[in-house]
């Protein structure tokens, strides 16, 4: 542990095209589908996630769901980097004067 090791998070992403895991501190601590939900006139991203998972064909037909992987590649390019930040967020890094550097390392298929 250096001096400024506040300084910098380390985790690492697994990115799947059922699941995303992401790992922190040593423990899981973000285990989402790896789904988004968009709005079809605006495309807008309205959920990630499991809050994504529950809208897959239940919701107005004005949002679609969407899995930016397919057969292991990444088939949205935009989806799949929106999906990342959202989870990325769920991690819960608290905000200070110093905000952390993240190294992450990510696994894909």
Known sequence: MGLFSFLTKEIAID???A????IYNDKVVVDEPSIVAIQRDT???IAVGK???MMHGKTHE???TIRPLRDG???D???AEYMMREMIKMIGIKKSL???ALKMVICIP
């Open 98 to 100: 110093f905000p952390p």
């Open 51 to 53: 809050k994504a998972m």
């Open 43 to 45: 495309g807008k991203i």
């Open 62 to 64: 004005n949002i679609k």
């Open 77 to 79: 390019f935009q989806a």
């Open 73 to 75: 590649v990444i088939a």
């Open 19 to 22: 699941n995303t895991v992401i």
């Open 15 to 17: 990115l799947g095209t």
